[in-house]
């Protein structure tokens, strides 16, 4: 099949399978006597393992770790195991911040009422605050939070 094929069955935009291709998270395609890519299935099942990976968040370095072992089977799988643990830790710090991100949002959201000028808008000056350097209540306890953190 060619790249617009593999695309449509994919349904991964035909960019993409190029710089997967050109990352080496896909083999190389056999070229046609005028040099179109040929695909078969297994290009497919490879780029559905990328895309899989990828909607997993792991990165295109991991992917391609991954890839590797695909390869190599008889490789000792510690190691997998290993990305897969970093992943978790990442996907856990990612938690940690959106949750305090959130708590941020909340924080300030409080500062303002319904119906009122903008001028008067706690949100607003809240904002307008910390773009001057000042301290603001989204912050406010971020700050206590990260030292009780680091110690």
């Given amino acids: 099949m060619r790249i617009g094929e593999l695309s449509r069955t994919s349904g991964c935009d035909v960019e993409t399978i190029r710089y997967y291709e050109r990352e080496g998270l896909l083999d190389a395609p056999r070229r ?53 643990d970093r992943q978790i830790a990442q996907i856990h710090a990612q938690r940690v911040a959106l949750e305090a991100l959130e708590g941020q949002l909340r924080a300030l959201r409080e500062t303002c009422h319904h119906h009122q000028p903008a001028s008067e808008c706690g949100i607003l000056q809240n904002l307008q605050q910390a773009a001057a350097g000042a301290a603001c209540e989204c912050h406010a306890g971020a700050h206590e939070a990260g030292h009780a953190a680091n110690g």
């Fill in 32 to 84: 046609e006597a005028n040099g179109y890519r040929r695909y078969d299935d297994g290009h497919l099942v490879q780029l559905n393992f990328v895309r899989h990976c990828r909607s997993l968040g792991m990165g295109l370095s991991d992917v391609r770790r991954l890839r590797e072992f695909e390869r190599n089977p008889s490789q000792d799988c510690d190691d997998i195991n290993t990305l897969l």
